[in-house]
């Protein structure tokens, strides 16, 4: 590789890392607008292969995706899918962040058994690639969005099981898969268990989990009975969505639902 060459691909490098580390901050839009620059600059050089812009591009939608636009990006995300044919590990490991940020859509759309499949394939791949590549992240990750598609689809007994089996394992996303787990429960009807999981559980930390934990310990309470500590803990959840994320991210209707329901407005389903 060329001096010329090898300067630009460093200056790529850490140009990304900011970009991950601004990501990680919550800077969901400001990452987009960045990302989508740097790939309409990529598009413009002349290469057979670019990666540069197919990076670009990934971080820009999953940007998106954690803001709440999901449904604006889906049929983006799936071109990229498309396009990003793996021919090397480092194409095979971006497409498959993809996959996973196309897994997040379709679970916030209820499409629940197709966020199964997702959820599988992305897994199958991830334990081919085991000998060349760690993915623990990407695989937890994966696990967490299968064990919330399985919740979705009313079998929160196989959800629970890949909650707690992957708990000692989970390090940084732990707070993630305790949230599942406190959902499954809920799913069971076994609210006095949820709610002590929820009352022990830290908070994720990220914004692109806001209300998360409100929500699952709204439920818990209101399946004992408790309808006015749902009601308040709906409402902070609701409030941590609408300060936090787009107005249009699924999690505000489900807060929404779910306040309505506490308050006697909608009848539980």
Known sequence: MKPIRRTREKTRRELFTRLEDRFRQGEYEEVEATARALAEGARSGRRRRPLPEWQARTLATMAAVAHGR??????????????????DVETQVLRLVVRRNRLVVLSGQERYEEAEREALDILGEISRLAHLITLAKLELSALGLLAGALCGQG????????????????GDGAAHLRVVLARSLNGQDRYEEALAEARSCTPPPDRKDSGLLGLVTAEALLGLGRREEAEAEARRALADCGRSLHPGHPRIRKARALLDRTTGEEPRP
Do not use: C, K, S, Y
């Open 155 to 170: 079998r929160a007994e196989e959800a629970e099981a890949i909650a707690r089996g992957n708990l000692a394992r989970a």
């Open 70 to 87: 999901g449904a604006e990006v889906l049929g983006e995300l799936e071109t990229l899918i498309a396009e990003l044919a793996p021919v």
